[in-house]
């Protein structure tokens, strides 16, 4: 699970960093009345073959034998008071998507939400606090929701499997990837928060965060002279301000660390709410019905994992008033649920694991056309990895996934009645194996 950046891990699992009960900031406290700074990184290529329902379409074919990868850069320093009050700063860039080209990142078109520079800053947040009472985090980072997700493991094979950014389920077909409410997620993570985390206490914990609206760093703030949908801090407009921009998030979890016989159990539960920006328009126009302003963001989570001499098995369920990619539902779609079984085994240098979820969702909504509302997503994916040291390994990784929703085409992105609806690809599918390396410092 990827929580923290700073933290170490012995193996190649490494691509997601370990995580604690306590949430500490890193992974080695610096020695009282000392200032470490860092410079961290990753760096991972790997080789691809790629096959799906869409792979050849409209003249056009993939090559199936691709490769992917990406840099991450972790700067930031560590401190500590004589007294015991730590605080810090951490920060993640990574390289941001450009349009294909001859590899010199020119004509980089914003995409995914990101601008059109060559890295894109994804977490940049300081953190202040004590053991004793605990830590507070500020700026651009991971809340409690996310912080705290148990029994989701990531930390096999890339380390991105379908919850990608630059690893295997990049590289695939959108049209074909399947989803799933990832608490650790862009989306979620890549926004301005106050978060507290609690200390430990008899084995609990537990942690809330704040969300004022969902821009980063100087987002929203270039082109604010009056209240426009160009504000950061937009409460409502005419027409709405579309399906993912939240206001006023909030967020608490509350966890559970423990062993006994030597069994670690970690069982977490908690709930986000987030309302969307106002329409004070007439409503939401689909097709050629007017719907109602979209609904809050209402989701509740349950999760959890047991270890036991290097296994472990785990759980998590997502459930409430939300549609896929944490967007926002109209009146009338369906709730969401999203589960999901994970598996991983660590021993020395070798982790394996791997993950079945499904995902029951709103999906795109039909109901102006009168057909079903329903979208299904199930994902596979298990991985390896062996860490030559602990600064470089290899790994391996394999997905499978696939989406459903009757009446929508998810290549041409319509709707059945659309002049370029195709039922066939209603359904896709798409399955990939990849092999690499990557190496941290």
């Not at 590899?103 to 890295?119: D, I, R, V």
């Not at 029994?151 to 959108?174: A, K, L």
């Not at 703030?221 to 399906?243: E, K, R, V």
């Not at 509350?254 to 908690?270: A, D, I, R």
Request: aromatic share 12%; hydrophobic share 40%; with cysteine.
């Amino acid at each position: 699970m990827r929580k923290f950046l700073l933290a170490s891990a012995a193996t190649l699992g490494m691509v997601a960093g370990a995580t604690s009960a306590a949430h500490a900031q890193a992974a080695k406290p610096p020695a009282p009345g000392t200032l470490v700074v860092h410079l961290n990184g990753l760096l991972t290529y790997q080789l691809d073959d790629v096959g799906s329902s869409v792979s050849t379409y409209g003249g056009s074919k993939l090559n199936p034998i691709t490769n992917t990868g990406f840099l991450r850069l972790y700067p930031g320093f560590d401190a500590m008071t004589t007294g015991g009050f730590e605080y810090g700063v951490a920060a993640e860039i990574r390289d941001a998507y450009t349009n294909a080209g001859q590899g010199m990142q020119q004509n980089s078109t914003a995409q995914s939400g990101n601008g059109a520079e060559s890295l894109d800053i994804r977490r940049a947040y300081a953190y202040f606090g004590t053991k004793e009472a605990g830590i507070m985090r500020v700026g651009q980072g991971d809340t409690a929701f996310s912080l705290m997700q148990d029994g989701v493991f990531e930390n096999f094979g890339d380390g991105q499997q379908w919850n990608s950014d630059g690893g295997i389920g990049t590289i695939v077909p959108s049209a074909t990837i399947p989803t799933w409410l990832w608490a650790d997620q862009r989306l979620m993570y890549a926004s301005m928060k106050i978060v507290y985390l609690s200390p430990d206490v008899a084995g609990f914990n537990f942690g809330v965060g704040f969300e004022p609206n969902s821009n980063g760093f100087m987002e929203g703030l270039a082109n604010c002279a009056t209240a426009t949908t160009t504000c950061a801090a937009l409460a409502s407009t005419p027409g709405g301000a579309g399906d993912a921009r939240r206001k006023n998030t909030i967020d608490g979890m509350l966890q559970y660390t423990g062993e006994f016989s030597g069994v670690g159990v970690k069982v977490s539960g908690g709930y986000l709410f987030g309302s969307p920006v106002g329409n004070s328009g007439p409503g939401v126009i689909t097709g050629t019905k007017i719907f109602g302003n979209y609904k809050s963001l209402a989701v509740a989570q349950l999760g959890g994992q047991v270890s036991y001499a290097g296994f472990m098995l785990g759980a998590n369920v997502k459930e409430g008033q939300v549609n896929n990619n944490y967007t926002f539902l109209l009146p009338g779609q369906r709730k969401a649920l999203d589960w999901l079984i994970s598996a991983e085994y660590n021993a020395g240098p070798v982790t394996v694991g791997g993950y079945y979820f499904s995902n029951q969702s709103a999906g795109n909504p039909l109901a102006a056309r009168g057909v079903a509302r329903t979208e299904q997503d199930n994902g596979v994916a298990v991985g390896a990895n062996y860490a030559i040291t602990p600064n470089i390994g290899l790994f391996v990784t394999y997905v499978y996934g696939q989406r459903k929703q009757y009446g929508f085409d998810f290549a041409n992105n319509s709707t059945v009645g659309a002049a370029t609806y195709n039922a066939a690809y209603d359904r896709t599918h798409t399955q990939a194996i990849g092999a690499g390396a990557a190496l941290k410092w």
